[in-house]
Structures are given as C-alpha cells and as structure tokens.
C-alpha cells in the first residue's frame, strides 16, 4: 500500500504544480495530505494510523518534516543559505542600474566587426553578468532588448540569435556566484551525511568492523567549493557557445557577419569600453577572488557583493552629476588604505601592540571614509527613482519564494521517506545492470526530462534529497559531492532552454519583436542543449576540472590540513615515491655527508638517536620497495577478485532487502494476530509470504560460491600485507625526521638554557638561606623556566625531587642540596655540549634538515611545499575506486 501513497503524493503535486497552483503550497500541501490520507487508510482498514508507514506513525513524518524547516532557520552550523539574499540583492540592484546595458553596448562595439562578434559579445557579456548578477530573467530580458535588435539588423539568423541569448542568460545557473550552487550545496550538505551513514552500514555488514577508516568516508562540500568547481565547467561552457557561433559565421555565410563599428576607435571609445568593463570585473574580482584567496567565507563575499553593487549603482544612477563618482572614489581609496595598512599593521584586537597605534589611527580614518561612501551611494539610490525600495522589496520577495520552497520540499521529501520511497528508488537503482554510471545516467535523464516541465529550484530540492545519498555513498565510483553538485547544476541548466516550458525562451518570448517567432526560439535553443550535454560529457570523464581547483584552494589556505592528514597519505606517497626514484642518491649523500662529522661532542645517548635516524633514512628506500611490491600483489590480484567480489556483494545486498521485508512482514502478523477479530485468512497469505521471503534468502545464500571464503580471505590478506607495509614505512619516516628536528631544537636552545645560569646556581643558596615556602617557590619558578627548553626533562626531574624534599611537616634540605647539585652539575654538562655541538654540529644538521624536510619529514611539516600542493591535489581531483574494501 505504501507504493499507492507514495502514487498519489506525486500525483497532487504534479497536478498542482500543473495547474499553476503555487509551488510554495504545493509542495508541503500535498506531502500533508498525503501523508493524513494514508493515516485515514491505516485507521480504516488496518485499524492503526501508522499500517502504512515504513516506521513510525503520520506524526512522526509530520514533525520530521517540521524538523527540516527548524534546520534551515535555526541551526547556526547550517549558514550556507544566509547568502542566498545577499547575492539575490547584488543582483538586482546591478540590473536596476542598468549596468548590464553599458555592457552590451560596449562589448557589442569592441566585437562587432568579427565574424559572429554580437553573438560572442552576448555570450561574453552573459558570462560577466552570470559572475555579478545571477538571475537569468533580468539578463535575457536586458539581451532581448538591446542586442537582438541589433542582431536582427544585422541580418543574424533568427534561430541564433535567439539561441545566443537564451543560453548566455542561462549561465548565471552555473557561473558563480549562482543561488543554484548555494541551494545545491546546502541540499549537498544533509545528502552527504546520509550518504556517510549508508556507507558505514555497508562497511560494517561487509567486514563486521564498527569503524571505517575516514578515508573511506563520504566528504561534504560547501557553496564556496561549489563556486570554485563550477568555475572551470562555465567558462568550458562559455568556450563551446563562441566556438559554435564563429563555426556557424566561418561556415554558414550570411548567418552572422560582421557589424562595422561606425564610430571612431579613439581615447573616448576606450574610456567608454573601460567604465563598462570596469565595474563588473571589479566585483567579480571581490566577491570571486575573496573566496578563492581564503580571505572571506561565501557569507562574507555575498554582504561585500551587496555593498559593492550599491555603490556601483550610486554613481550609475546619478550619471552626468558632477560629483557622480565621488563616492565610488572614496570607497576605493579608503579600501587601498586598509589594504596597506593590513600589510604593515597587525590589527588583530588581540593582539594589538603599542606600535600598533598609528595602524590603528590610519585604519579608523579609512573605515570611517568607507562608512560614508557606502552611506553616500545608499542615499542616492533610495533617493534617484525609488530604487533602494524597489530592489529591497524584489529581494525579500525572491528569498522568501526561495525558502518557502525550500520549506516545502523538506516536508515533501519527509512523506517520500515516509512512504519507503528512498528505499524504492534505492533498490531500483542499485539493481540496474551497469552500476553507477547507469545509475547516475538514469538520474541525469530523469532530471532533463523533468527540466522540459518543471523550475530548476524544484528539482534540486526535490530530486536531489532522494538520489544524491544513494549515489554519492557508492564506494566503487565514489564521486565527490562538489563533481556531483557541479553536473546536477549543468544539468539543471538545461531545463531553462528545453521547450516548452523553458523559463529563459518565455522571457524572451515576452521582448522579442513579432518578426521573431516561437518557432526561431525553440530551433535555437537546441544546438545550445547540445553543448550544454557535450559539457556535461566533459565534466563526466574528467572530474579533475571540477574538483582541482577546490582541493588546491583547501591545500593552500591558512587552514589548510597537515600533510599527516590520512586522506592525503596515498596521494604524498605517490608523490614521495617518484622522488625517491629521482633524489635517491642525492638522499643517500646528504646522509653520508653528516655521518662523517665526528658526533663525540653529543652525549652517548644523542648519538645513539642520530645514527639510528640516518640508518632509518637509508631504509626507506628497502621499505617503499616493499610497499610497491605488496600493492602490485593486491592490484594483481583484484581483477580476478573483483568479479566474484561483485557477484557475492550483490547476493548478500539483496538478501538484506529480503531480510527487511521478512521483519516488516513480522511485525504487521503480530499486528494482526493481536486485533480483536484477527482475519484468519490474511495471517495464513502472510505467513506464507515470509515463508516464501526466507526460502529466497536460503536460495541466495546457496548461490555464493562455496571458494568464496578463500578468495575473500586472500585478498584481505593482501589488503592487511599493503596496510602493514605503509605503516611500517611511515613510522620508519616519522622517526627518522623526529629524532633530527629534536636534537636540533635542543640545540638551538643553548643560548636560552644558558641564560638561566644565575637563577639555577642560587637555588642551594635559598634552600640554606631562605625560608622554606620562597626556596619552594625559587624551585618553582626555575622548572617552569627549563620547561620552556627542549631537551630539560632530566634537570628538571631533580629539581622536582628537590622540591618535593622541601615539602610537608619534616622538610630535608640536605637531600634538597643533593639533588639541586646533581641537577646543576647535569645542567652544566648540558650547557657545555649544546654550545660545542652549536658551532660543531648545527650548520651540517640544519643542511640535513634542509635536505629531507620535503621528503622523508614531509609528514611532520605544517602544510605542503606549492610544487607539493599541485601534485596533491591533481591526485586528489581524481575519483578512486574502494568498492573493493566494502
């Protein structure tokens, strides 16, 4: 019954969207009365509301779906959707002062005389406007209005032209900054956690561990990794559009020739061309190029987005005024001001020193000088035309449609879960033939399908829910969720250009001149689709344009993760590895060279730890020999594991399938044993419905093939033989370089242990001449200062024996001098050695360092060398298969 439920959910919605009820109420009204019907059902037929529930009971889905809307407003954790208003203004406050226009006439100017150039202007322009406003009605209306004129003029075909204009204004979709990337990577988000817990259950059902290791583990992503992924993928995007304009002007004579500029090519021209260009790429370089250095989070970029459009539109609005650009002026030199300021003042609150004082001065005049600009510019657009009004109330318009379908979908999505629809799209996914590039295939096609019908925002909060756990939790293709966000929205994009229902045709539909007809805008927006698919295409089988950017960015940020990171290992050691290949005799020398140097200045022990830590290095070269030979015997042997492996996983995947309707069949035949008048003949169908469900298990567990257990062990063998060998070789590696950066940060520190001399040789003194509680306190004071010098534990310890003696009603200060004198006398020797092995031993030992830091100690460093972080993350960008380890 739950499959007749789960029918007429999507029946009510699809009729009401249909209807052109609104999405924002058909959404959670048809989950709602879904959800009551179904109650209704259970109590009629079933005598319990909840007979129709997978679990749980029509309060529970009820309040699930209340749960989700308390996550989007109440989990401070969750703030990815708070900048979803501030880009919404920034983009039409920049389309109400008519930016967009300067652009199209400018750009069309500067390309006009190359062949197919007013189409390659509104692609670039498209582009540029996708980086700073977003919305693609605003953009193809702007289009529509200014460049096809022109383009018509100029007798452009048709269908190119209108095709030109529809695709370029849907670029804001994928182009960041986009709301479509923030909704996703806000949907991403809870997908991905699910997504983790389907892969830990799968972990544990197949090896019986509790704990999977992280690197096995599904990571989530966020709307400024969305952004930095989807850069690539756009500007891919925007290269296909101009490639296929100037093929069809080369091509096709006639279809789109040439436009001489009339006027001059002169100083006023290119001033012109530079105040159109100028704004825009202004912005984009803030809002952009502050997520992509690290210096501002995606909440941060939006609010400068916001600020920056207003006063963009300050100085726009009241053109031709004498003081039009002052604002504008002003907020760019106060923001220079604070930029050098910054780099010559620490102006941490914190941290905040005497000095600082002048920075501080300096940096109060320039905020202030910003404070006005953005107040100044503020004015003028709530004076000039209404404006601040009018794009304020749009704004809040626009948000609230945003999260009350947000809203919606969260509570469509909990009666779709209710209903054991997650779990039916998941079996049927799972047993398609082909695994998961079928799967994803099929979810790609079903989202195109759906983009012929339905709103973009409608399918990503919808769709995405119910099918990205399943796909992403896949451990054999184990896509990341950016690559997966990334070609849902290229996907998504689509569904503005598909007739019929494509919004970006009907906009221009409603600006387009009468000579233009339907027809032109349908057979021009396909070639477009084409390349949107072939993009998709591209992304598809190089995921590395996606993911790189984003994992180098993560690589070399101020917060980027130590190279000790697990999930980085195999990646380091690829790297580390051809290396060796190529350094390994200059490796060899560097630990010839200071194994020469005469270590008798070092006490026994120290020299004892650096011999063996040169010893270690030469040894790892035996030790990546053999973790390359125990990795060639897993991978040697996985293509004859892999396919009994697949065979033996899918019987015993659907033997719990099986296993979860035996336990759901139980509970509805204890259900209906125990009502007052049970129906004799449906306990007899069910319990012959279990029997049947447990004679399938039986089947199933007779097909796996009886060497199973052997092949399964072998390679786990294998597996634990690889495991073993690179942890062998990694704590070879720790060890070799601990041992140097310790002795040459107990060096180092001669001179700081040489200056507390004074303060130890008067602690035998204060124990004869002071009383007990200051010679205490004298004691005190000196451990807390050896405790600040590497290499003291063993002075340290007498002194604390010292103290110790001193303490409670029968004190021996005789023993406290004995230890004192001990302890000062191994002070002494440790004084003298550390300042001969300063002069002696140091240079070689900080030369040594020099040398191996990258390399053998690269796991003990803060972060990655730059030549490191790119190999790293090209490595990283790939998608790697651990279908094998589940």
């Not at 339905?454 to 399918?459: G, K, P, R, S, V």
């Not at 939790?473 to 896509?479: E, I, Q």
Request: aromatic share 8%; glycine share 8%; charged share 15%.
């Amino acid at each position: 019954m739950e499959v007749v439920f789960i029918a007429i959910l999507l029946l009510m919605m699809m009729v009401a969207l249909s209807s052109g009820y609104p999405v924002a109420f058909s959404l959670p009204g048809a989950a709602i009365l879904s959800i009551g019907l179904a109650a209704l059902g259970g109590y009629l037929f079933a005598g319990d509301p909840s007979a129709f529930f997978v679990e749980g009971g029509p309060l529970t889905w009820l309040n699930a779906g209340v749960t989700n809307f308390r996550s989007l407003y109440w989990n401070v954790e969750r703030d990815t959707l708070i900048a979803v208003p501030l880009f919404i203004f920034m983009g039409i406050m920049l389309q109400r002062s008519k930016i967009a226009e300067d652009l199209l006439v400018s750009m069309a100017q500067l390309f006009g005389p190359v062949p197919g150039g007013l189409g390659i202007s509104v692609v670039l322009v498209g582009a540029l406007l996708a980086a700073t406003t977003g919305i693609v009605g605003a953009t193809v209306i702007a289009m529509g209005l200014i460049s096809l004129p022109a383009m018509l003029r100029n007798n452009y075909s048709k269908p190119l032209a209108t095709g030109t204009i529809c695709a370029s204004g849907t670029l804001g979709q994928i182009i960041p900054p986009s709301i479509v990337l923030i909704i996703l990577a806000d949907q991403l988000g809870g997908a991905s956690d699910q997504a983790s817990t389907i892969r830990k259950a799968a972990y544990k059902a197949a090896t019986g561990e509790f704990s999977m290791p992280s690197v096995l583990d599904v990571t989530s992503t966020s709307a400024g990794e969305m952004f930095m992924g989807a850069l690539v993928p756009g500007l891919v995007l925007v290269g296909l559009y101009i490639m296929y304009i100037l093929m069809v002007a080369l091509f096709r004579k006639g279809s789109a020739p040439p436009v001489p500029y009339e006027g001059n090519w002169d100083l006023t021209f290119a001033k012109r061309v530079v105040l159109a260009l100028a704004p825009p790429l202004t912005l984009i370089l803030l809002v952009l190029g502050s997520i992509i250095l690290g210096v501002a989070t995606v909440n941060q970029a939006g609010a400068v987005g916001a600020v920056g459009a207003m006063i963009m539109g300050g100085y726009r609005l009241a053109e031709g005024q004498r003081n039009a650009y002052y604002p504008a002026i002003l907020a760019v030199v106060s923001t220079i001001v604070i930029a050098i300021v910054l780099a010559f003042y620490d102006l941490n609150v914190k941290s905040i020193k005497t000095g600082d004082a002048i920075g501080l001065f300096l940096a109060a005049v320039a905020v202030t000088g910003l404070l006005i600009a953005v107040a100044w510019s503020t004015w003028r657009i709530y004076k000039i035309e209404d404006t601040l009004n009018s794009v304020m109330v749009e704004t809040a318009k626009t948000t609230s449609m945003v999260f009350i379908i947000l809203i919606g979908a969260a509570m469509l999505t909990a009666a779709f879960r209710g209903f054991g629809g997650e779990e039916l799209v998941k079996h049927f996914l799972t047993n398609l033939e082909g695994g998961f590039w079928i799967q994803f295939m099929v979810v790609m096609a079903v989202m195109f399908v759906l983009g012929f019908f339905i709103d973009f925002l409608e399918i990503a909060v919808v769709v995405v829910p119910i099918v990205a756990p399943i796909l992403l939790a896949d451990p054999g293709a184990n896509v990341t969720a950016v690559w997966f966000g990334v070609m849902v929205g290229l996907n998504l994009q689509t569904s503005f250009l598909t007739p019929p229902f494509g919004f970006s045709l009907f906009y221009l539909r409603g600006v387009a001149p009468p000579i233009v007809k339907t027809l032109h805008i349908y057979r021009g927006s396909i070639p477009f689709i084409g390349l949107q698919v072939v993009a998709l295409v591209i992304v598809a089988v190089s995921p590395a344009i996606v993911n790189y950017l984003p994992t180098r960015i993560s690589l070399s940020s101020d917060t980027a993760p130590p190279p000790i990171n697990p999930r980085m290992q195999s990646c380091i050691e690829e790297y580390l590895f051809d290396h060796y290949d190529d350094q390994g005799e200059q490796l060899r020398g560097d630990v010839k060279t200071l194994g020469a140097l005469e270590l008798s200045v070092l006490p026994e022990k120290r020299q004892k730890a650096l011999n063996e830590s040169l010893d270690r290095t030469l040894n790892t070269f035996d030790l990546v020999a053999t973790v390359r030979m125990a990795e060639e015997h897993r991978v040697g042997y996985s293509s004859e594991y892999r396919p009994q492996h697949q065979f033996v996983r899918r019987l015993q995947s659907d033997m719990r399938l099986i296993h979860l309707k035996v336990v759901k069949l139980k509970q509805v035949l204890t259900r209906t044993s125990r009502s007052e008048s049970p129906d004799r003949d449906e306990i007899t169908r069910i319990e012959a419905a279990i029997e049947k469900a447990e004679a399938a298990i039986t089947d199933l567990q007779n097909q796996i093939p009886e060497s199973w257990a052997g092949v399964n062990k072998r390679y786990a063998d294998l597996e634990k033989a690889e495991s073993q060998a690179r942890r062998d070789y990694r704590n070879n590696v720790d060890q070799a370089y601990k041992t140097i950066a310790e002795l040459r940060e107990v060096i180092d520190g001669a001179d700081e242990l040489a200056g507390l001399e004074q303060q130890m040789t008067a602690l035998e003194k204060a124990v004869v001449n002071e009383p007990a509680k200051v010679a205490l306190e004298r004691i005190k004071q000196s451990e807390s200062a050896l405790g600040k010098v590497a290499g003291t534990s063993a002075i340290k310890s007498k002194l604390s024996k010292a103290r110790r003696a001193l303490k409670g009603n029968q004190p021996d200060p005789e023993k406290a001098i004995q230890l004192l004198s001990e302890g000062l006398t191994l002070y002494a020797a440790e004084v003298d050695w550390r300042r001969r092995a300063a002069v002696e031993i140091a240079p070689a030992l900080a030369s040594y360092d020099n040398a191996i830091k990258d390399s053998i100690g690269l796991r003990l460093q803060r972060r990655l060398t730059d030549d490191q972080v790119k190999a790293v993350a090209s490595c990283l960008s790939e998608h790697r298969d651990y279908s094998l380890q589940f």
